[in-house]
């Protein structure tokens, strides 16, 4: 008896493309790129340079938390919490879309690992259960596969006013590194950059400038 062909199992990028509205990461890409510059523009006026570059990562993310969650609830598909980590002294963002579960982090770089939290240890090894993204035989059905998603950013070396990055990753189950695949937000929406007067396409740099005399902003936030 001639055994069945394996059947394919969906990608998290094809999960994601499927859950997710694409008007919702249009709107994402949008918020991200204009708190960069409310953030920018507040730390700029009420602070000195040292405590402006302290202050602006936990400002920008306080206003994509708060933006990003009001731009779900106007889609009715989508479902928006605010938990508190584990020690109760924090709290994220969370989004669900049918089978996605999204959450916003800062990173130094779009290689760069997500800083471990408990949190996000839970959605990855709840919702990156059914691991391998690939083809085999005893998979769950298509209707039943989830995903961990992450939009990740971080600012452009070049002009901090702005990001040099905004992506959608999909971490492994223990957040150790990033599957194969992701969506490149800058990439897909170029004409948003230019609504706020920046060049259309901000090309990801390859190499990343640092201040070793100051921290990352990325590093200070979530």
């Known amino acids: ?55 602006r990562p936990h400002i920008r993310r306080a206003y994509i938390e708060q933006d990003v ?9 989508m479902a928006t919490s605010v938990p508190p980590n584990s020690a109760n002294n924090s709290y994220h963002t969370e989004i669900r879309a049918g089978r996605v579960v999204l959450t916003v982090s800062a990173v130094d770089n779009p ?48 002009d901090r006013r702005l990001p040099g990055f905004i992506q959608i990753v999909f971490p492994v189950p223990d957040c150790s590194t990033y599957l194969a695949g992701r969506i490149d937000l800058l990439s897909e929406y170029p004409d948003i950059l230019g609504e706020f007067g920046g060049p259309e396409i901000i090309v990801p740099p390859t190499i990343y400038l640092r201040d070793d005399a100051v921290p990352s902003e990325a590093s200070q936030g979530t």
């Not at 969650?69 to 598909?77: C, G, K, L, S, V």
Request: hydrophobic residues 35%; proline residues 8%.
């Open 69 to 77: 969650r009001n731009a779900a609830r106007r889609f009715t598909d």
């Open 1 to 55: 008896m001639q055994a069945s062909p394996p059947r394919l199992v969906p990608s998290p990028k094809d999960i994601f493309r499927e859950c997710v509205p694409d008007e919702f990461c249009r709107e994402l890409t949008r918020i991200i790129i204009r708190d960069y510059q409310r953030a920018h523009a507040l730390c700029e006026e009420q602070f000195a340079q040292q405590e402006a570059h302290d202050a």
């Open 111 to 158: 290689e760069a690992i997500v800083r471990e939290a408990r949190f996000r240890l839970g959605y990855a090894s709840e919702w990156q259960s059914a691991m391998p993204f690939m083809e085999q035989d005893d998979v769950e059905p298509m209707s039943e596969r989830s995903v961990y998603a992450m939009a990740i950013h971080g600012p452009n070396p070049r």
